[in-house]
């Protein structure tokens, strides 16, 4: 039985399209894709993202808990959040998630909706030994997300928060239409814009607000679809599309979260560490489609006669009217600039690796 | 709710077919496929001269999220495809019976024309 947000009657009274997604039942677009993509990119957005998981790890040994799990530096300020990946031993990756620092010895993790009961499996089958509080709050917590260039000066009509003030990656606590909420500078559009956690009782009450002055702000209601376009087009990866127990961090252009220079052991570190020392075989890249055709997960990449690559998440980019795609090339052939093919339905189309974000002009911070 | 013509034939893909005066078939996607799939931004419409079989791919939609093939509803020769959709794939959204129209077939029999899905079996089929 799949679950409900507690945004679900919203969703459906917009005349929304429902569809299951990670056991919820969510509005996957509410108008159109390309309409809702070009609203968060030319003003602004309002996604119901209740679907997430939250985890919070509470206590004296929170830090060196996920210190040990986490591939990225955890020992940021209160009040600071960062990326990471948390791998297997085998360097695959079990997820890759936003945690946010709410004090010296509190977390709070976002994973995946659709990585919630292994994560949570994952993450208490490692606290054994750490004197620290694990709680799984991911039904209690709502998540909205208001995204796009005038995120700000929308938001600000909510809040007595100074918005202006925060920084990218960086959250305070503060009141939202009312309701008590973790307003934090993240988002996963390429975009300014603004997370807000709130109980799942308030969800109602900070949707409103926001709908409520839709026709003065024209903020959009952006469903699942649009979410999608929006992180491809900015080169963002997506679990269960382009990473995965079988990809590497390293593999993913995510060496950046991998904190192998700092001497901090974590799960993985011995497999990925010599991954950099022999070279990675293969590396995502971005992809461009030069002929006509979309390319999608699954789409095979050949160099010649030499299948070289798999296409692992695609798209036409809504804000730049072409196909684009992430994928894995053999390293040979992954440089930018280099001529391949991808196969669609039985056709040979000319595609190139370009660099990513394929669109450069958000107005992320 | 979306529409069904009574005047038109369906397949189990989803695609109407209405007989034209000189025997040919057009062919095209139907309301509830077009909103089941969302926008249409890329159509591949090369079957243009092909002898088909029914039920065979004979070109393909793109929507953002997803792609779709369509299918012959008959078998016979393709003699005309919507090139106007080209430069305009919305059309397939917009006018799916008018001017979003895919394909023209002339059968190699008129006998299966009668075998396709009536008005009311496709609503059935289409659980409306």
Same mark, same amino acid.
């Given at each position: 039985?799949?679950? $409900?947000?507690?945004?679900?009657?919203?969703?459906?009274?917009?005349?929304?399209? !429902?569809?299951?997604?990670?056991?919820?039942?969510?509005?996957?677009?509410?108008?159109?894709?390309?309409?809702?993509?070009?609203?968060? +990119? +030319?003003?602004?957005?309002? &996604?119901?993202?209740?679907?997430?998981?939250?985890?919070?790890? @509470?206590?004296?040994?929170?830090?060196?808990?996920?210190?040990?799990?986490?591939?990225?530096?955890?020992?940021?300020?209160?009040? @600071?959040?960062?990326?990471?990946?948390?791998?297997?031993?085998?360097?695959?990756?079990?997820?890759?998630?936003?945690?946010?620092?709410?004090?010296?010895?509190? %977390?709070?993790?976002?994973?995946?909706?659709?990585? *919630?009961?292994?994560?949570?499996?994952?993450?208490?089958?490692?606290?054994?030994? &750490?004197? %620290?509080?694990?709680?799984?709050?991911?039904?209690?917590?709502?998540? !909205?997300?208001?995204?796009?260039? $005038?995120? /700000?000066?929308?938001?600000?009509?909510?809040?007595?928060?100074?918005?202006?003030?925060?920084?990218?990656?960086?959250?305070?606590?503060? @009141?939202?239409?009312?309701?008590?909420? *973790?307003?934090?500078?993240?988002?996963?559009?390429?975009?300014?814009?603004?997370?807000?956690?709130?109980?799942?009782?308030?969800?109602?009450?900070?949707?409103?607000?926001?709908?409520?002055?839709?026709?003065?702000?024209?903020?959009?209601?952006?469903?699942?679809?649009?979410?999608?376009?929006?992180?491809?087009?900015?080169?963002?990866?997506?679990?269960?599309?382009?990473?995965?127990?079988?990809?590497?961090? *390293?593999?993913? $252009?995510?060496?950046?979260?991998?904190?192998?220079?700092?001497? $901090?052991?974590?799960?993985?570190?011995?497999?990925?560490?010599? /991954?950099?020392?022999?070279?990675?075989?293969?590396?995502?890249?971005?992809?461009?489609?030069?002929?006509?055709?979309?390319?999608?997960?699954?789409?095979?990449? %050949?160099?010649?006669?030499?299948?070289?690559?798999?296409?692992?998440?695609?798209?036409?980019?809504?804000?730049?009217?072409?196909?684009?795609?992430?994928?894995?090339?053999? @390293?040979?052939?992954?440089?930018?600039?280099?001529?391949?093919?991808?196969?669609?339905?039985?056709? +040979?189309?000319?595609?190139?690796?370009?660099?990513?974000?394929?669109?450069?002009?958000?107005?992320?911070? | 709710?979306?529409?069904?013509?009574?005047?038109?034939?369906?397949? #189990?893909?989803?695609?109407?077919?209405?007989?034209?005066?000189?025997?040919?078939?057009?062919?095209? *996607?139907?309301?509830?496929?077009?909103? /089941?799939?969302?926008?249409?931004?890329?159509?591949?419409?090369?079957?243009?001269?092909?002898?088909?079989?029914?039920?065979?791919?004979?070109?393909?939609?793109?929507?953002?999220?997803?792609?779709?093939? %369509?299918?012959?509803?008959?078998?016979?020769?393709?003699?005309?495809?919507?090139? #106007?959709?080209?430069?305009?794939?919305?059309?397939?959204?917009?006018?799916?019976?008018?001017?979003?129209?895919?394909? +023209?077939?002339?059968?190699?029999?008129?006998? /299966?024309?009668?075998?396709?899905?009536?008005?009311?079996?496709?609503?059935?089929?289409?659980?409306?």
């Amino acid at each position: 039985m799949d679950k $409900k947000t507690p945004l679900f009657d919203r969703h459906v009274a917009l005349g929304a399209r !429902i569809e299951p997604f990670a056991g919820y039942l969510m509005p996957i677009q509410y108008s159109s894709v390309i309409n809702e993509h070009l609203a968060v +990119r +030319r003003n602004a957005g309002i &996604f119901d993202l209740s679907h997430m998981g939250e985890f919070r790890v @509470k206590g004296p040994q929170a830090q060196s808990f996920l210190d040990m799990l986490l591939t990225n530096n955890v020992d940021v300020e209160p009040g @600071k959040a960062f990326y990471s990946t948390m791998c297997y031993p085998d360097a695959g990756i079990v997820d890759d998630l936003i945690v946010y620092r709410i004090s010296r010895e509190e %977390f709070l993790m976002v994973v995946n909706a659709a990585n *919630l009961e292994k994560d949570w499996a994952w993450v208490t089958s490692h606290a054994k030994g &750490f004197d %620290f509080r694990l709680t799984n709050e991911s039904d209690e917590i709502a998540l !909205i997300a208001v995204q796009g260039p $005038k995120a /700000q000066a929308i938001a600000s009509k909510f809040t007595e928060t100074d918005l202006e003030v925060i920084p990218y990656y960086a959250h305070v606590s503060g @009141k939202v239409a009312g309701v008590d909420a *973790l307003i934090a500078r993240t988002g996963y559009t390429g975009e300014d814009g603004f997370e807000f956690y709130v109980a799942a009782g308030d969800a109602a009450t900070v949707w409103d607000a926001v709908m409520a002055d839709a026709p003065n702000s024209g903020i959009v209601p952006i469903g699942l679809g649009a979410r999608d376009t929006l992180r491809l087009e900015v080169g963002y990866v997506l679990y269960g599309n382009d990473i995965d127990h079988t990809t590497t961090p *390293l593999e993913a $252009k995510l060496g950046w979260v991998v904190k192998l220079a700092s001497g $901090k052991d974590f799960i993985g570190r011995e497999v990925l560490a010599r /991954q950099k020392e022999e070279g990675l075989g293969r590396n995502l890249v971005g992809l461009a489609v030069e002929g006509k055709g979309i390319i999608r997960h699954g789409t095979e990449v %050949f160099s010649g006669d030499t299948r070289v690559g798999i296409v692992t998440s695609g798209t036409l980019a809504p804000a730049l009217g072409t196909a684009v795609g992430l994928g894995y090339v053999s @390293k040979a052939y992954a440089k930018t600039g280099t001529s391949l093919e991808a196969v669609i339905r039985g056709n +040979r189309i000319p595609i190139t690796i370009v660099k990513i974000p394929f669109y450069t002009k958000g107005s992320r911070r | 709710m979306s529409i069904v013509h009574e005047n038109l034939r369906y397949t #189990q893909t989803h695609e109407w077919v209405r007989r034209e005066a000189d025997g040919s078939v057009t062919m095209g *996607l139907t309301d509830y496929a077009q909103h /089941q799939m969302g926008e249409i931004v890329m159509v591949d419409n090369s079957g243009m001269g092909r002898d088909v079989r029914r039920g065979e791919p004979i070109g393909a939609l793109e929507a953002v999220k997803t792609a779709e093939d %369509f299918y012959a509803p008959v078998d016979g020769k393709v003699t005309a495809v919507n090139t #106007q959709l080209e430069a305009d794939p919305g059309l397939v959204n917009s006018d799916c019976y008018g001017a979003g129209w895919l394909a +023209r077939i002339a059968p190699a029999s008129p006998a /299966q024309y009668d075998e396709l899905l009536t008005a009311e079996q496709y609503r059935k089929l289409a659980g409306e």
